[in-house]
């Protein structure tokens, strides 16, 4: 495929339409999902839908049984493992195993889609950690959020990869963004918004998705400015844990006065960049 003469936004934009429909994969985990935002479902009746798939409930076992959870005993039923799991988080996590499933379409289309796959797992266990740091934000919505932060980067791999290479050349004379926009008229981070808000998930995942790298200029409508400055240093300490560089690294690239905007000083990124290996391995049990 040549790369066109001129950037052209809409070929991406209707590259995502055409993905709209990609998360759609498991009718179970959907008809869950609805029941858990339901006050008036019961937890019979949920646990009878996770039961109806059989692949659904080795998952939800294999993760009521991880060292997450640490339970004492085997966890061996549905009721069990939604007992151990919890309402309030099995909601988040189904959609984690949703949003695993999609990523494994898209990046079985292209070989290197791995590496990103890669970072935005130990962005997601990044994220995760963080928002143990900060009070009043939801984990395993922070984990959700690192997880599709470079969702864009990945859509424009897998399905203009001749174009894309072309603008990793580009980047080494500018920055990364810089290069998409001059190669496709968008950069990732707009085309993961794109995409997070054509398969209807929370404002504040799309939000993250475009604005992640800079948090303090971003005209939300969702996210607090909090969650995305946690998504903004979840993202650097993860890049730079996967590419095993040291965390003095996510330090340089970070913006300082994110740290002063959720009180948290440049030590945080050390202490999670060195615990960072046991939580990327429970993002890793998501997509497995």
Aim: aromatic fraction near 6%; charge should be negative; charged fraction near 20%.
């Amino acid at each position: 495929m040549l790369v066109p003469l001129e950037p052209d936004p809409v070929r991406v934009r209707e590259a995502v339409w055409r993905l709209e429909e990609l998360p759609a994969l498991s009718p179970a985990i959907q008809q869950a999902l609805a029941m858990c935002g339901d006050p008036l479902c019961s937890s019979r009746d949920l646990e009878r839908v996770l039961a109806s798939d059989q692949a659904l409930v080795a998952q939800v076992l294999k993760i009521a049984n991880s060292a997450y959870y640490a339970t004492e005993g085997r966890v061996a039923t549905v009721t069990r493992a939604v007992a151990v799991i919890g309402h309030e988080k099995l909601q988040s996590l189904l959609l984690q195993m949703m949003l695993a499933g999609a990523f494994r379409r898209l990046s079985s289309r292209h070989p290197e889609s791995k590496r990103i796959v890669a970072v935005s797992v130990a962005a997601a266990a990044a994220c995760h950690a963080f928002a143990q740091c900060v009070p009043g934000q939801n984990e395993e919505e922070l984990l959700v959020a690192g997880l599709l932060h470079n969702v864009g980067e990945l859509v424009l791999l897998t399905t203009f990869p001749s174009e894309y290479h072309s603008a990793c050349r580009l980047a080494a004379t500018m920055s990364d963004r810089a290069a998409q926009r001059a190669i496709f008229g968008v950069d990732s981070q707009l085309t993961g918004r794109w995409l997070l808000e054509a398969w209807g998930l929370p404002l504040q995942f799309a939000e993250s998705a475009q604005y992640w790298q800079d948090p303090l200029t971003a005209k939300l409508q969702a996210s607090s400015r909090a969650f995305l400055c946690v998504v903004h240093l979840g993202v650097h300490v993860g890049r730079c844990w996967q590419r095993e560089l040291n965390w003095q690294e996510a330090e340089r690239l970070a913006d300082p006065k994110v740290l002063e905007e959720i009180s948290l000083g440049p030590e945080s990124l050390r202490d999670i960049y060195e615990t960072l290996c046991e939580h990327v391995g429970r993002v890793q049990i998501l997509l497995e």
